[in-house]
């Protein structure tokens, strides 16, 4: 397992579970962009046009949650911070109000279920908004999970299962003829594998070793995101993940049980940069502060920048790749949390059969040209 972040821990701990012997090749096992993503579990509210098959895949994954979720709890000890909350998306202003009601009819085409708010009944479940919100949705089906926590349980599980972990990063991929047969690790060590699962999120793109044609087409998107410390004195801050459009930026607020909330994300095509920038704080307060006006009276505790992994269609690519030996686990763009269950479940029947299952065929890896259509391991 090239990559130890959520994907790749996922995918190791459900493979250790169904017999394989399994190594995760990670010099930081748990971190990656799992450590900056804010955790929403927001299969409708994210919801954007043209991604309809990308969104039978979230909400099957979504309902996995509950249980995936307690049996890592069961499993480890751990608590993953996982809680149905629900979201509500507001609008402040006329046109992000006929946007959101535009949103809300394809929602309600596909049988979605979520719910239309006049801009009083927004402020009745969430007092502490602007008094200028014109309306909203509430989806009482839009959970929340804490990453950081999450990635600390998977870890274990990972480590209670057997897999062994490699803290070293990968130096290139080991190739035999047209076939992929494990890894060289940056201390020197050279791993053997029948099989290389690439699970290195935005890194997959450029690891050494592959051939052009064989490196799966994604790219690095960055996001920054902020940590503030609600007050615990006065009761909730928020009682749900609250989220927004403002002026064309989406930005969304999520309040944890230990009394952080989280405040992002900006989405920026700047390469390789994980800069936390004054423009981007600054944007990410000020469109807040028109959602929540009491936001700029809290501490602020934490600034990051993390990449997420994007493909051209902003959907995972899953399964064998265009030389044997390897599969692909990567490419889950804004939606790894929440795609988190289900690509650990689809990736171990692929490592196991040879076959991904029928929920995640549209989401093979060869859809691009860049991998063989043939699911063979």
Known sequence: MIGG?????????????????????????????????????AAVTELQ????????????????????AAELTELTGLDTGYRPCGTLAVALDADDRADLRDLHAFQTSLGLHSQWLSGRDCRRLE??????????????GDHQVDPRRLAAAL???????????LRSAVARVECAGDRVTGALLADGTTVAADRTVLAAGSESGRIAGLPQHVLPPVRPVKGQVLRLRMPAAHGPFLSR????????????????????????????EFGWDTTVTAGGVYELLRDAHELVP??????????????????????????????????????????????????????????????????????AAGRFGHARQEQTV
């Open 5 to 41: 972040g959520i994907i790749g821990l996922v995918t190791a701990w459900r493979a250790a579970q169904r017999g394989l012997r399994t190594a995760v090749a990670d010099p930081e096992p748990g971190g990656g962009a799992a450590r900056v993503a804010a955790g929403m579990l």
């Open 49 to 68: 046009y043209g991604e309809q098959t990308l969104l039978d895949l979230n909400l099957a994954s979504a309902n996995r949650y509950p249980d995936f």
């Open 127 to 140: 007092p502490l908004l602007a008094p200028g919100v014109r309306g909203g949705l509430r989806v009482d």
């Open 155 to 165: 870890l274990r599980a990972a480590e209670l299962a057997g897999v062994t972990f």
């Open 241 to 268: 993940t609250v989220r927004a459009v403002v002026r064309g930026s989406h930005v969304y607020l999520v309040p944890r049980e230990n009394g952080e909330l989280v405040l992002g994300a900006t989405s920026e």
């Open 294 to 363: 009491g936001i700029t009276e809290l501490p602020l505790t934490e600034t990051l920048a993390g990449l997420r992994p994007g493909s051209p269609d902003n959907a995972p690519l899953l399964g064998a790749a265009a030389l044997d030996g390897l599969v692909l686990a990567t490419g889950h763009h804004r939606n790894g949390v929440l795609l988190t269950p289900i690509t650990g479940d689809a990736l171990a029947e692929v490592l196991v059969s040879g076959e991904l299952p029928d929920y995640a065929r549209p989401f």
